[in-house]
């Protein structure tokens, strides 16, 4: 499975982002797919995680203000960012994992999933 992020950028407080994470390689239907991010000098984090049909679970940090989309026909990824606070800077990491977890029991750590893409920095000013 191979994943590429894009549409990352540089943006002023309280404006909006929409990234987007192309998957390859994989034809089935049973997987999680999830968002993380990592600010400079902090552990990677959990954004948002959901199944290919299931409903997105959040961050507490972020609720109510991103949004994560899949478009199964072109096996792509997004996650809407709205109202960007200068503490969601970060590089923004796409991942999956393969298998049936449940439409809502999808891992929010990181150790649950296994395939990575390389990163879009998101920068927030305020």
């Known amino acids: 499975v191979q994943l590429v992020e894009s549409g990352g950028g540089s943006v002023q407080a309280g404006g909006s982002l929409r990234l987007s994470c192309v998957a390859s390689g994989y034809t089935g239907n049973n997987y999680c797919v999830g968002w993380f991010r990592q600010a400079p000098g902090k552990e990677r984090e959990g954004v948002a995680s959901?199944?290919?049909?299931?409903?997105?679970r959040y961050a507490d940090s972020v609720k109510g203000r991103f949004t994560f989309s899949v478009d199964n026909a072109n096996n792509t990824l997004y996650l809407e960012m709205n109202s960007l606070k200068p503490e969601d800077t970060a590089v923004y990491y796409c991942?999956?994992?393969?298998?049936?977890?449940?439409?809502?029991?999808?891992?929010?750590?990181?150790?649950?999933?296994?395939?990575w893409g390389p990163g879009t920095q998101v920068a927030v000013s305020s």
């Open positions: 991942a999956a994992t393969l298998g049936w977890y449940g439409l809502s029991r999808c891992p929010a750590s990181q150790n649950g999933y296994n395939y």
């Open positions: 959901r199944a290919r049909d299931g409903v997105a």
